[in-house]
């Protein structure tokens, strides 16, 4: 055990940004996840609505992240190449998913023309907020936002940038708690349950099974550049010095001196990491309580507080977040040891949200949820 004065690590300026930027996104996930929803409902769109989750897809999640992390695991080298690819591509399509708002705000504040790349398409088709691989038809600027997407995927295969990784990486985190979302608090319970156990688990159990700790091996492994592959096919020195081995975007990384990681020059030898599912997965909580805000909000037409019972939900679920990833890295450096962050996540982020529903007596209407999703709403806009 270390002496406690230690702690005082947690006040380094890689600890505080890795902490700041988590609860940001974790936030800014949930914001995105409800605005989505809500523009996806408003335009009667429901060809990308998000998929929820029910009891065999929630169970189903640690399993399937099981043998991912295992064939991750011994086949990494094997599959580097197909992992980069597939992992830029959902970089790039994620990376328009979040900017794509904020293209449409700027159009609309500097009441820019934006014409259809195809003509004969109609006009009230042509926006689009979520990837480019929609059948609807591509605007210009949509075309130029998805040429900067691909600008930064390239940039950062050639780089491998820590800076890059962390935007990709966030870009997928806020994508997929905005795509992927639980129906209520028992089916959420379930799954942070389960994923409580995987965390755990794989990290401080697998190394009896495995002979090594396999989710700190797959989260520190480096991909191979397929930039650098074409670069020494073809001779090219230049790009061959610059494109190295990548850190794929899944985690957070912070070089724990942030000066010698971003000047040119400087070394930056370690780092502090943290994966996007301790992000993702307190960030779909966070989400479900979010949109119980909004919906009791409307229903009292109080659209500053949740109920006249108090502050909103989300609130209390983002301060646990705080407080269970500041105890998670300080078991970390106290212990000398990688910790499962969701062993500290679960109970600090589920545990007020609980607790707090139950003394307000909702609790049996968040444990059940609303009951009606996407599909739902469809097939009743259909009907009528």
């Not at 990486?169 to 997929?176: E, P």
């Not at 997965?281 to 009292?300: N, Q, W, Y």
Request: aromatic share 10%; charged share 15%.
């Amino acid at each position: 055990m270390e002496p406690l004065w230690k702690l005082s690590y947690l006040l380094e300026p890689s600890s505080l940004a890795l902490i700041l930027t988590a609860v940001s996104v974790t936030f800014a996930s949930a914001s995105r996840a409800l605005h989505h929803g809500r523009e996806m409902e408003r335009n009667l769109d429901f060809s990308e609505s998000s998929i929820t989750l029910d009891r065999s897809q929630a169970l189903m999640i640690p399993l399937a992240s099981s043998c991912s992390l295992l064939l991750m695991f011994y086949l990494f080298s094997s599959l580097s190449h197909l992992v980069t690819a597939f992992t830029a591509a959902a970089s790039a399509a994620a990376l328009f998913f979040c900017l794509s708002p904020y293209l449409s705000l700027l159009r609309h504040r500097l009441s820019l023309p934006d014409p259809l790349l195809s003509s004969s398409s109609s006009s009230s088709s042509s926006r689009r907020c979520c990837c480019p691989s929609s059948s609807r038809p591509f605007t210009r600027l949509q075309s130029l936002l998805l040429l900067l997407c691909l600008s930064l995927v390239f940039s950062w295969l050639v780089t491998g940038h820590w800076v890059l990784n962390n935007v990709l990486g966030i870009s997928i985190c806020v994508a997929f708690v905005s795509h992927v979302r639980l129906p209520n608090v028992k089916i959420c319970a379930l799954l942070l349950a389960c994923l409580f156990v995987y965390d755990v688990f794989w990290v401080f159990f697998s190394e009896r099974f495995f002979g090594a700790n396999v989710m700190v091996s797959v989260a520190t492994q480096k991909a191979s550049n397929p930039v650098r592959t074409v670069a020494d096919s073809l001779s090219l020195p230049g790009l061959q010095m610059i494109a190295k081995k990548l850190e794929m975007p899944v985690k957070l990384v912070f070089p724990r001196s942030l000066v010698g990681g971003i000047v040119p020059g400087s070394n930056a030898v370690d780092y502090m990491m943290l994966g996007l599912g301790d992000m993702a997965i307190p960030g779909m909580l966070l989400a479900l309580v979010l949109c119980f805000d909004h919906r009791k909000s409307r229903e009292t037409g109080n659209l500053v507080d949740t109920s006249s019972k108090g502050p909103k939900y989300v609130w209390y679920a983002l301060f646990g977040y705080a407080v269970g990833l500041v105890t998670a890295l300080a078991a970390g450096i106290l212990s000398q040891s990688p910790q499962p962050a969701l062993l500290y996540l679960v109970p600090s982020t589920l545990g007020p949200v609980l607790f707090l529903s139950w003394t307000r007596k909702e609790l049996q209407e968040l444990w059940d949820g609303s009951g009606t999703t996407s599909s739902d709403k469809a097939h009743q806009m259909e009907v009528l």
